[in-house]
């Protein structure tokens, strides 16, 4: 048996200026989750401006290739929201995960390991953690990206409904997005993606009275008034 406090520890990751301290994590559930494997356990692949952000975009969880790299959002996903901040003028964020290891599945037609969603328990083991990454990193504004991070940070209902809807709770002023991935596989969203990011970049610029493409959005104060507009 191998020991877990071996790998309790940040990946060996060339970092910018703006991310050379690694976040002190409780990682107390880590041994006995599932998503536990030492070959790919990288709790810190949280990245971006750790220090009093404008942003911190929460995603679902790591896919292949931040297995492989050890850092959020480095696939295609990951490089569209890029490509997105930088074309929005975006710059000062972070980038977490609700898990910080891949769920993953043997795909039944192939044969090979792809994604999949967390279950509630392994989002409970790894939430010690983003609550940590959250306070730690203490943005302005959170982006939860898709259904998984806005339902982990206590928004009831669904992205659809919630998205460009500036919500206020225990976690802070949260706004839900569609993840990119999403935008991925159904590109005719990209209009509604880009503007999201558009409402975000006038909350920070201080901007309240922000045209929106459907619907009547405001900002909401209480979570639950949010089922209202469902």
């Excluded at 990682?27 to 692949?45: A, E, F, I, Q, V």
């Excluded at 929201?81 to 930088?86: H, V």
Aim: proline letters at 7%.
């Amino acid at each position: 048996l191998v020991k877990k406090e071996k790998y309790l520890k940040a990946p060996n990751l060339k970092k910018t200026s703006k991310e050379l301290n690694d976040l002190t994590l409780p990682l107390s559930n880590c041994g006995s989750c599932t998503l536990y494997k030492d070959s790919s356990y990288h709790p810190h692949n949280y990245w971006g401006t750790l220090n009093n952000p404008d942003v911190l975009f929460v995603g679902e969880a790591p896919g292949k290739t931040e297995k492989a790299t050890g850092k959020a959002f480095q696939g295609r996903a990951g490089q569209l929201l890029q490509k997105e901040l930088k074309a929005m003028g975006i710059d000062s964020f972070a980038i977490a995960n609700v898990v910080a290891c891949r769920p993953e599945t043997i795909d039944p037609k192939y044969g090979r390991l792809r994604d999949r969603k967390p279950t509630p328990t392994e989002v409970k083991n790894c939430a010690e953690n983003l609550d940590s990454i959250i306070a730690q990193v203490n943005p302005k504004y959170i982006a939860a990206l898709g259904a998984t991070a806005m339902q982990r940070l206590k928004i009831k209902g669904g992205i659809t409904a919630n998205r460009g809807v500036m919500i206020e709770n225990d976690y802070g002023k949260i706004i839900p997005v569609y993840h990119p991935a999403y935008i991925l596989r159904s590109p005719n969203f990209i209009t509604e993606f880009r503007q999201d990011l558009k409402t975000l970049k006038g909350f920070l610029e201080g901007n309240k009275d922000i045209a929106k493409p459907q619907g009547d959005y405001i900002v909401v104060e209480d979570p639950t008034e949010v089922e209202e507009l469902e």
